[in-house]
């Protein structure tokens, strides 16, 4: 069942907090460090939805000074946090996030080269505070459009028919982690994932989000564009939603579908491009989390989840931050 499943995967989301001495240890290091040449440095951590790089971002929050930027396009939006998968507040254990809800979704759609105006002002400010500032999330044309040193608004580089060179002329010193779970092993805990954000109340929001004049029109755009928005559109069109309804469980069941699918789509094309960002010769440390996940899947697994965990994921990730620290 998933509860059982959801219990087993918790350990992605419980922060190892540093004793005192190492906090102390860290501070002086990434003080020293947060700025090199004149370019200020970033932590970047990059993956499909669903791989875990919330629970990481916060562990490294937690263990370095650091504050955390969001990168993915639908988590900028105010509203449908369950839907668009939020970090809740209480697992965000103090660390402080930004860009996360607080764009109006109201105010038309929250361009990329918005997100690099914001986001690079948010950068010198927790750079002032000589903090590291860590950018998580999964909208690889954020990512690229706030990195990049020259950007063009009009050259779509991942969509492009015709491949498109990639740049790897950054504006930061970044360090890149890649969290990689194989497609299979992931596509199987997503579909797992959307059977526990409607338990957390999907529909119910979505229900409340739905709006029969905006739903008239084809076009999807900002928000709107968030997995679970069109397709249950379609749904509330034939049964829209009203006190104790009742649910329809042929079209609900349809809805759901799809939305799995589009899910484990999502997922392949976030892949892709982080492949391609790769092959353009950016700089990504990639950590094999297939072996952690493949343990939460398998109950029967004899080594200690969080043991994987640690030694796959945590231990590498510290090595690598603190070289990038210490350079
Ligand atoms: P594109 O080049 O297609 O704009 P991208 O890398 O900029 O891709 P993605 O984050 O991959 O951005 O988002 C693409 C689409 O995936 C979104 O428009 C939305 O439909 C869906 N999506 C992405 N993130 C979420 C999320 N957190 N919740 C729901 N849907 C999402």
Redesign the pocket.
């Known amino acids: 069942s998933y509860c059982s499943f959801s219990s087993r995967i918790s350990f992605l989301k419980a922060p190892l907090i540093p004793r005192r001495r190492e906090r102390r240890f860290v501070n002086a290091i990434a003080a020293a460090a947060t700025t090199i040449g004149g370019k200020e440095k970033i932590l970047v951590i990059l993956g499909a939805?669903g791989c875990g790089k919330s629970g990481l971002s916060v562990r490294l929050g937690t263990h370095f000074p650091a504050e955390i930027i969001n990168s993915?396009?639908?988590?900028v939006y105010n509203g449908?946090d369950i839907?668009?998968?939020?970090i809740p507040l209480h697992e965000r254990h103090d660390v402080p996030h930004h860009i996360l809800g607080d764009v109006d979704s109201d105010k038309g759609e929250f361009t990329?080269l918005d997100f690099r105006i914001r986001a690079d002002n948010v950068v010198s400010d927790i750079a002032s505070r000589s903090k590291l500032p860590i950018l998580v999330?999964?909208?690889?044309?954020?990512?690229?459009a706030m990195l990049v040193t020259h950007f063009n608004p009009n050259d779509?580089v991942?969509?492009a028919t015709i491949p498109r060179l990639i740049s790897s002329d950054l504006r930061y010193r970044c360090c890149f982690l890649w969290l990689d779970v194989a497609f299979p092993i992931l596509a199987e805990y997503l579909s797992i994932r959307v059977d526990e954000m409607l338990q957390l109340g999907m529909f119910e929001e979505l229900a409340e989000f739905y709006n029969p004049t905006t739903a008239e029109t084809a076009s999807?755009s900002g928000i709107r564009?968030?997995?679970?928005?069109?397709e249950f559109d379609k749904y509330f069109k034939k049964y829209p939603p009203a006190r104790n309804n009742k649910i329809h469980k042929s079209a609900f069941n349809d809805a759901v579908n799809e939305i799995k699918l589009?899910?484990h789509v999502?997922a392949e094309?976030?892949i892709g491009?982080i492949l391609k960002l790769k092959q353009a010769g950016w700089d990504i440390n990639v950590l094999n989390a297939t072996a952690a996940f493949r343990a939460a899947v398998e109950p029967g697994s004899r080594m200690n989840r969080e043991e994987i965990w640690k030694n796959q994921i945590w231990e590498p990730s510290l090595r690598i931050v603190n070289r990038f620290l210490e350079e």
Do not use: C, E, W
């Not at 839907?83 to 939020?86: A, Q, S």
């Not at 564009?225 to 069109?230: E, N, Q, R, T």
């Open positions: 939805t993915d396009k639908m988590q449908l839907t668009t998968n939020k990329p999330g999964g909208s690889n044309s954020f990512i690229h779509d991942f969509n999807y564009k968030a997995i679970g928005v069109p589009n899910t999502l094309r976030q491009k």
